[in-house]
Every structure is written in structure tokens, then in C-alpha cells.
């Protein structure tokens, strides 16, 4: 079966002009012509029409396309799996736009419609974030902040208040706060490490990511130095591989804890009653959900709580009540033996 070239640009697509210019140029010239001087094209020539054009749509020239299918004379099976790769590439790519749009249109149905500055900005924002942030990723970031949006802005304020007191950054005082700052970046960034240490690199080295209501650059070095303090301590007892595996345990479990204790300090009830063992055993419990169930770990976290006095100043439980619990597991511990 042969086609004339109007037959050929109307099912291809293309105009006869197009297909004129490419036998002009000795890119795909028929493979034979009619009595009456018609162009007529085969199958082949068909064949080598569908390559240029998927070569067309990877972004390559019509002299590099001449180069490719008269030099090496690229097969068929592999201009169609270097066309399905591209496809791919724009499947992604169209994909993590529909996911930035999302993202924005979350953000414009929160408020009024944004002024030609309030585009710009987000425009830019954006850009700044796509450098570092995936547009899944983003989605996470931008929905988890909701949820602690309330927490952070009183922290941003305690934190400047300490700062403008001339509070060092390895002092005591301040670690209640930085425990505060690490506990809400492990629930904003959903545990992933990986999240924080880009976040925080995004904002250290993009001036566009600081954020009007956020910490400026002084803050987040600050409590950088702050954190840093309280990871040399943790570093004399776990790895950094096992900081990472310590869990995050709801505060109000702790808090509920530490009043169950305190009530049966005020009863003046013994480390080895039923009602001791019973806090004891929620105690225990939290510690295995922190620790992976890590017997190793755990010891090596009690006994840094016990000699850290950094520590110390940011546990969740009252000294008196740690004491407690410790009296409770040894009598349990000697009732076993």
C-alpha cells in the first residue's frame, strides 16, 4: 500500500507543506512517485515518519534527527522505548505539577483572593521550595503545619524572650524550650530526618523561606547551637543512627504518668504495692515505645537521664516521680531474683 502526501498529512497529522519541507531537506523523501509525478510513500517511509516525529517530541532538531536516522539508522524498537521514557519523564513531571496546584489551591481556599504581590511571592516561594521539596512532600509540610501551627508561634516568642535575656545557648534554662523546638519538628515532619535536615537547610541558605511569622535567621541558629549542645550529651551514649530511633511519645502520656506517680507520693504508698507495680508497668511501657523495645538502648537512656543534669532539665517527669519508679523497678526486679 502506497499514500500520496495528502493522504500521508491527513492521518499523520501533519500539513503537506511539513512533509514537502522534510523531502526538501533529504529527511524523509517518498520511496517512489506516480505516473502523474505524484510523491508516493510506503510503509518504511511511514516507519521513518513515526521516528522523526517521536524524535521531534524529545526535543531534538530536525539536522540531529537527519544525523541520527542516516548514521546509525536507529531502530524502531528503540525510538519507541526512548519515546515511552520520555513519555514517563512528562507523566512525572505533570504529576508533581498537578501535586504543586494542589498544594496552592489548598492554600488560596484558606483565605481571599491573593493580590499581583501575594502571586509573586507564592511564585517565588515555590521555586525556593521545589528545590528541596517534592510536591508529595510539600503536601505533608504544608497540611502537618496546621496542626502545629498553634504550638510553634508561642515557642518562637518564649524562644526570643530568652534570647533577649542573653540566655546562652548551652545553658540549662533553655533546654526545656529546645526539647519544645525538637518534639514539634519530629510531629510537623512526620519523624523523617531526612524532612528536617532538608528544612533546615532550605532555610539556613533561602533568604525567600523565611517566613514573616516564623524564626529569622539569628532564632534558628540560636537554637541550632541549643541543639547541637543537647546531641554532644546525647552522643555519649547512642550513635546517630540510634538518636534517630528514638521515638516520640505523646506528652500527655508522660504528664498523665507523672501525676498517677505523684498522687501515690502523696499517699506516701510503697514502691512494692500493686499500685506501684501498675505505674510501674505504664512506665516501662512508654520507655519500650521510645526505644524500639531496645533493652540496650533503654538502659543506656535511664542512665543518661540519671547522670545528664542537660537532660535532667527537660525531662517530662518530676524528679521525685523518676526516683519513684526507679525504687519500683528494683523491687521488682529483687521479687523476681
Known amino acids: 500500500m502506497q499514500l500520496k502526501v495528502g493522504d500521508l498529512a491527513r492521518h499523520s497529522g501533519l500539513t503537506v507543506r511539513t512533509l514537502h519541507h522534510y523531502d526538501h531537506i533529504g529527511l524523509l523523501s517518498p520511496s517512489a512517485r506516480s505516473d502523474a509525478g505524484y510523491r508516493l510513500y510506503s510503509q518504511d517511509d511511514v516507519a521513518r515518519l513515526h521516528a522523526i516525529q517521536a524524535l521531534r517530541h524529545l526535543g531534538l532538531s530536525l539536522p540531529d ?7 546509525e539508522r536507529a531502530s524502531a524498537q528503540a525510538i519507541v522505548a526512548r519515546q515511552i ?3 514517563d519523564h512528562q507523566i512525572t513531571q505533570s504529576i508533581e505539577l498537578r501535586g504543586r496546584l494542589s498544594v496552592l489551591q489548598g492554600k488560596l481556599s484558606e483565605g481571599s483572593q491573593p493580590e499581583m504581590d501575594d502571586w509573586l511571592g507564592s511564585l517565588a516561594l515555590m521555586s525556593t521550595y521545589g528545590k528541596y521539596f517534592s510536591a508529595a512532600e510539600l503536601k505533608l509540610i504544608f497540611d502537618n503545619w496546621k496542626k502545629v501551627e498553634a504550638d510553634w508561634l508561642p515557642l518562637f516568642d518564649a524562644v526570643r524572650r530568652a534570647m ?10 533553655i533546654q526545656p524550650l529546645v526539647h519544645r523546638w525538637m518534639v514539634l519538628m519530629v510531629r510537623w515532619m512526620d519523624g523523617d530526618f531526612d524532612l528536617m535536615m532538608r528544612w533546615g537547610q532550605m532555610y539556613e541558605q533561602e533568604p525567600s523561606a523565611v517566613s514573616k ?8 541558629r540560636y537554637i ?9 550529651v546525647l552522643g555519649k551514649y547512642f550513635d546517630l543512627p540510634q538518636m534517630r530511633r528514638l521515638a ?18 502523696r499517699r506516701d504508698a510503697s514502691p512494692q504495692g500493686r499500685a506501684a507495680q501498675a505505674v510501674l508497668s505504664r512506665w516501662l511501657g512508654l520507655l519500650d515505645a521510645v526505644t524500639d523495645g531496645d533493652a540496650t538502648m533503654q538502659e543506656r537512656l535511664l542512665l543518661a537521664y540519671q547522670r545528664e543534669p542537660l537532660l535532667q532539665a527537660s525531662a517530662l517527669l518530676d524528679p521525685a516521680v523518676s526516683g519513684f519508679l526507679q525504687r519500683a523497678r528494683e523491687a521488682a526486679q529483687r521479687q523476681a531474683a
Open 85 to 87: 521514557r520520555a513519555l
Open 65 to 71: 534527527i537527519a544525523r541520527m536516522l542516516t548514521g
Open 164 to 173: 533577649d535575656r542573653g540566655l546562652p545557648a548551652d545553658s540549662l534554662e
Open 213 to 220: 511569622r516564623g524564626p529569622d535567621h539569628d532564632m534558628t
Open 248 to 265: 516520640r511519645v505523646d506528652e500527655a502520656e508522660w504528664r498523665a504518668l507523672d501525676a498517677s506517680v505523684k498522687a501515690l507520693l
Open 224 to 232: 541550632s547551637r541549643a541543639i547541637d549542645h543537647r546531641r554532644a
